[in-house]
């Protein structure tokens, strides 16, 4: 049988176990909460930890533990704990700990809807916690890319000393569907950049030509500084404009120039359109069947998928529109990306599908938003 | 755009909706089709409303949710009166007869479903799956043999036979069905 019934968030853990994944620390909630109980059982099978904690706030401070501690970790929650966390993801980002967190979107704000999708979180995900910071963000749009996304969340975690958040929704956590997952063999799974220096040469945050400073675990014999402070080469808090400013320009040059390996995007029929549709997560899903439907009633429709949200893609956004009078931008919130997207092309050509009341986008909608675009301007 | 076949499953918390979507799905995929499952539910753990949707099709699946169902079952009143109006205009109503009195249409399959998996395996939660059975022996949405591995995969270790029993009343009556329909 090729293909097995899986989902979402089944093929988060699994993918976060692919991914080399032996710490998971966190607390309970609806839509995230089959993640920890497929971790629960999985993580001591591969001689990984799994540790349900008192609460969100202390679940994040155990995961940068155990990064620093030299295992590759991870969390998941939705959005009452998503905001619990952000002081931490801000700690994680200062200190350049590599770590994943994975949300699953629910409706909001506080409780919300507990069971309902949303993409309520996608600004949260970026300026969630305070300061500026560079910060990878990934939304999946099926169980198979839940599982592609996890992967490369680690990777991309690990090579870039940040933490990377897995930007998931309801409606993708808690589908099942079939899927057919890569054989080990064919997953790349990515270590975090060491050095043979002899501790006494060892500076945790030196700037090298990667811009990525390599790092040791805590107990193979290198002692270091880790702090939320702003802090020198080796770690140790400094207010010194000559040091704070190379810090911030290298954390924010290393995401900028591997931009070529963070973006993921899918463009489709993007050249010839007339109207393009720019979509992601579950909503990407809605905007394709209306894109399809759309193509058969013979209008030129263009589908901008976007894997990666954060760092926004300007340049992939910008390329799509270009010649574009239209752009479409359905999403489960009344706006977020969407003002991105603005502010990229211009507020004028794009027209917002939002929807923040815990139900899917349909296709319908989007359908009915290419055909009020298209005759908007002939 | 490849033939979509759309299933709405709905009932309230405690039926066994969502289980009864997994198990369809599964099915589905067993047959070598291509299947997605969803759900939606409120947060409590029993009663209020719930339901499963299972989209079967032999290309890819985009959207995973019903646009317009091909199958409608409810299990309650509520989701009778609720979701009738996404039935397509030849699709199948099929309403438990024990928890549905008020019919939308004089096309409804109404069936005491309840009352049969009471009488076949002595549990009212069983009704489910003798809902499924006779879905699948109605339509031919899924073969029985892949039914009977996906029942076995998914309901909770030792109910097994009592399940695979549930499932056989729900193929027979169907059978008898058909037979009476077509005299």
């Given at each position: 049988?090729?293909?097995?019934?899986?989902q979402?968030?089944?093929?988060?853990?699994?993918?976060?176990?692919?991914a080399?994944?032996?710490?998971?620390?966190?607390?309970?909630?609806?839509?995230?909460?089959?993640?920890?109980?497929?971790?629960?059982?999985?993580l001591?099978?591969?001689g990984g930890?799994?540790?349900?904690?008192?609460?969100?706030?202390?679940?994040?401070?155990?995961?940068?533990?155990a990064?620093?501690?030299?295992?590759?970790?991870?969390?998941?929650?939705?959005?009452?704990?998503?905001?619990?966390?952000?002081?931490?993801?801000?700690?994680?980002?200062?200190?350049?700990?590599?770590?994943?967190?994975?949300?699953?979107?629910?409706?909001?704000?506080?409780t919300?809807?507990?069971?309902?999708?949303?993409?309520?979180?996608?600004?949260?995900?970026?300026?969630?916690?305070?300061?500026?910071?560079?910060?990878?963000?990934?939304?999946?749009?099926?169980?198979?890319?839940?599982?592609d996304?996890t992967?490369?969340a680690?990777?991309?975690?690990?090579?870039?000393?940040?933490?990377?958040?897995?930007?998931?929704?309801?409606?993708?956590?808690?589908?099942?569907?079939?899927?057919e997952?890569?054989?080990?063999?064919?997953?790349?799974?990515?270590?975090?950049?060491?050095?043979?220096?002899?501790?006494?040469?060892?500076?945790?945050?030196?700037?090298?030509?990667?811009?990525?400073?390599?790092?040791?675990?805590?107990g193979?014999?290198?002692?270091?500084?880790?702090?939320?402070?702003?802090?020198?080469?080796?770690g140790?808090?400094?207010?010194?404009?000559?040091?704070?400013?190379?810090?911030?320009?290298?954390?924010?040059?290393?995401?900028?120039?591997?931009?070529?390996?963070?973006?993921i995007?899918?463009?489709?029929?993007?050249?010839?359109?007339?109207?393009?549709?720019?979509?992601?997560g579950?909503?990407?899903?809605?905007?394709?069947h209306?894109?399809k439907?759309?193509?058969?009633?013979?209008?030129?429709v263009?589908?901008?998928?976007?894997?990666?949200?954060?760092?926004?893609?300007?340049?992939?956004?910008?390329?799509?529109?270009?010649?574009?009078?239209?752009?479409?931008?359905?999403?489960?919130?009344?706006?977020?990306?969407?003002?991105?997207?603005?502010?990229?092309?211009?507020?004028?050509?794009?027209?917002?599908?939002?929807?923040?009341?815990?139900?899917?986008?349909?296709p319908?909608?989007?359908?009915?938003?290419?055909?009020?675009?298209?005759?908007?301007?002939? | 755009?490849?033939e979509?076949?759309?299933?709405?499953?709905?009932?309230?918390?405690?039926q066994?909706?969502?289980?009864?979507?997994?198990?369809?799905?599964?099915?589905?995929?067993?047959?070598?089709?291509?299947?997605?499952?969803?759900?939606?539910?409120?947060?409590?753990?029993?009663?209020?409303?719930?339901?499963?949707?299972?989209?079967?099709?032999?290309?890819?699946?985009?959207?995973?949710?019903?646009?317009?169902?091909?199958?409608?079952?409810?299990?309650?009143?509520?989701?009778?009166?609720?979701?009738?109006?996404?039935?397509?205009?030849?699709?199948?109503?099929?309403?438990?007869a024990?928890?549905?009195?008020?019919?939308?249409?004089?096309?409804?399959v109404?069936?005491?479903?309840?009352?049969?998996?009471?009488?076949?395996?002595?549990?009212?939660?069983?009704?489910?799956?003798?809902?499924?059975?006779?879905?699948a022996?109605?339509?031919?949405?899924?073969?029985?043999?892949?039914?009977?591995?996906?029942?076995?995969?998914?309901?909770?270790?030792?109910?097994?036979?009592?399940?695979?029993?549930?499932?056989?009343?729900?193929?027979?009556?169907?059978e008898?069905?058909?037979?009476?329909?077509?005299?």
């Open positions: 049988m090729t293909g097995k019934l899986m979402g968030d089944e093929a988060c853990a699994e993918g976060a176990i692919a080399g994944c032996r710490f998971f620390a966190g607390y309970p909630i609806t839509p995230a909460t089959d993640i920890a109980e497929v971790l629960a059982r999985r001591p099978q591969v930890k799994f540790i349900q904690m008192e609460d969100e706030i202390a679940s994040m401070a155990a995961v940068i533990g990064s620093v501690g030299g295992a590759k970790a991870m969390t998941a929650t939705s959005g009452p704990g998503f905001s619990l966390m952000q002081e931490n993801i801000g700690y994680a980002a200062m200190a350049e700990i590599p770590c994943v967190v994975v949300d699953v979107q629910r409706a909001g704000p506080s919300g809807l507990p069971t309902k999708p949303s993409q309520g979180d996608v600004m949260q995900s970026r300026w969630g916690t305070h300061g500026d910071h560079p910060i990878i963000v990934l939304s999946p749009s099926s169980v198979r890319e839940t599982f996304f992967v490369r680690f990777n991309m975690a690990e090579k870039y000393r940040t933490p990377v958040i897995l930007l998931m929704d309801e409606m993708i956590g808690h589908m099942r569907e079939k899927v997952l890569p054989s080990p063999e064919a997953i790349e799974v990515v270590e975090r950049v060491s050095t043979s220096v002899p501790p006494e040469w060892y500076k945790a945050y030196e700037n090298t030509p990667s811009d990525v400073p390599p790092m040791i675990s805590f193979q014999g290198y002692r270091y500084h880790i702090t939320g402070l702003f802090h020198d080469e080796r140790f808090p400094t207010q010194r404009l000559d040091e704070i400013d190379p810090w911030i320009a290298r954390v924010f040059r290393k995401i900028e120039r591997n931009l070529r390996d963070i973006l995007y899918e463009a489709d029929e993007i050249e010839d359109a007339e109207i393009v549709v720019i979509a992601y579950a909503t990407a899903r809605s905007a394709r209306a894109v439907q759309a193509r058969a009633r013979g209008y030129r263009g589908f901008l998928r976007l894997g990666t949200l954060w760092p926004f893609p300007e340049e992939v956004v910008e390329r799509a529109a270009e010649r574009i009078h239209r752009v479409i931008v359905p999403e489960m919130n009344l706006g977020q990306l969407a003002l991105e997207v603005e502010r990229v092309v211009g507020r004028r050509k794009v027209m917002r599908v939002g929807k923040a009341n815990g139900e899917m986008v349909t319908q909608e989007v359908l009915d938003a290419i055909v009020r675009g298209v005759s908007a301007w002939l | 755009m490849s979509r076949y759309e299933v709405r499953l709905a009932g309230k918390g405690g066994g909706m969502i289980l009864a979507g997994i198990i369809l799905a599964e099915a589905a995929i067993l047959d070598g089709k291509n299947a997605a499952q969803t759900q939606s539910y409120g947060p409590e753990a029993r009663g209020g409303a719930s339901r499963s949707e299972v989209v079967i099709s032999d290309g890819e699946i985009d959207y995973p949710k019903v646009t317009q169902a091909d199958i409608l079952l409810c299990m309650s009143q509520e989701a009778c009166d609720r979701y009738f109006h996404d039935l397509k205009q030849h699709g199948l109503l099929i309403a438990d024990v928890h549905v009195e008020r019919m939308p249409t004089s096309r409804a109404v069936v005491p479903l309840t009352q049969w998996a009471e009488e076949a395996t002595g549990r009212r939660i069983t009704a489910s799956v003798v809902a499924l059975g006779f879905l022996g109605l339509t031919g949405l899924v073969s029985r043999q892949a039914m009977e591995a996906a029942v076995r995969a998914h309901v909770p270790p030792g109910t097994e036979e009592i399940n695979l029993r549930a499932l056989a009343v729900g193929f027979e009556q169907a008898q069905f058909i037979r009476s329909q077509s005299k």
